[in-house]
């Protein structure tokens, strides 16, 4: 598995897994995305240099993507994995593969609602401290050169 960097190409990918029914149930904003509002965001994605998106690639599969929304210091994660490749680790392995791709000392992050028991152990797995409850949802973080 790899990372690489997700490109105007990956639009229906992106599309069709931010739609899927479990990773709507997982996001904060469970509404159905239109095809015009992703096609709108994506260019903002693409354009945005503090945006860092990826796909996740298995050899010549798309498997997944993971995105760092980078401010203050501070880099928010967001991954999704396709449906026939959950519960198999990838969303772990992204989220160690991820650290690789951070530039700067920086605070990443991700916001986990606590019925995603699968994306808290992915966190867990990879390294990731549980920092804080935040009522509906799990803080877990990671900082690029933290002293052991």
Same mark, same amino acid.
């Given at each position: 598995?790899?990372?690489?960097?997700?490109?105007?190409?990956?639009?229906?990918?992106?599309?069709?897994?931010?739609?899927?029914?479990?990773?709507?149930?997982?996001?904060?904003?469970?509404?159905?995305?239109?095809?015009?509002?992703?096609?709108?965001?994506?260019?903002?994605?693409?354009?945005?240099?503090?945006? &860092?998106?990826?796909?996740?690639?298995? /050899?010549?599969?798309?498997?997944?993507? %993971?995105?760092?929304?980078?401010? *203050? +210091? @501070? $880099?928010?994660?967001?991954?999704?994995?396709?449906?026939?490749?959950?519960?198999?680790?990838?969303?772990?392995?992204?989220?160690?593969?991820?650290?690789?791709?951070?530039?700067?000392?920086?605070?990443?992050?991700?916001?986990?609602?606590?019925?995603?028991?699968?994306?808290?152990?992915?966190?867990? &797995?990879?390294?990731?401290?549980?920092? /804080?409850d935040?009522g509906?949802?799990? %803080?877990?973080e990671?900082?690029? *050169? +933290? @002293? $052991?």
């Open positions: 598995m790899w990372l690489r960097e997700a490109t105007w190409e990956d639009r229906d990918f992106l599309f069709e897994l931010a739609n899927d029914e479990q990773v709507r149930a997982n996001s904060f904003s469970q509404e159905t995305i239109k095809y015009e509002d992703h096609i709108n965001w994506l260019v903002n994605k693409l354009n945005d240099p503090n945006c &860092k998106l990826f796909i996740c690639m298995d /050899e010549n599969e798309k498997i997944g993507q %993971i995105r760092l929304d980078i401010s *203050n +210091r @501070k $880099a928010k994660i967001s991954f999704s994995v396709v449906e026939a490749k959950r519960g198999q680790g990838i969303g772990t392995k992204m989220l160690e593969l991820i650290k690789d791709k951070v530039e700067h000392e920086l605070l990443v992050f991700g916001e986990v609602k606590k019925e995603n028991q699968s994306s808290q152990r992915s966190f867990i &797995k990879a390294g990731y401290l549980q920092a /804080e935040d509906d949802y799990f %803080i877990y990671w900082v690029k *050169n +933290r @002293k $052991a």
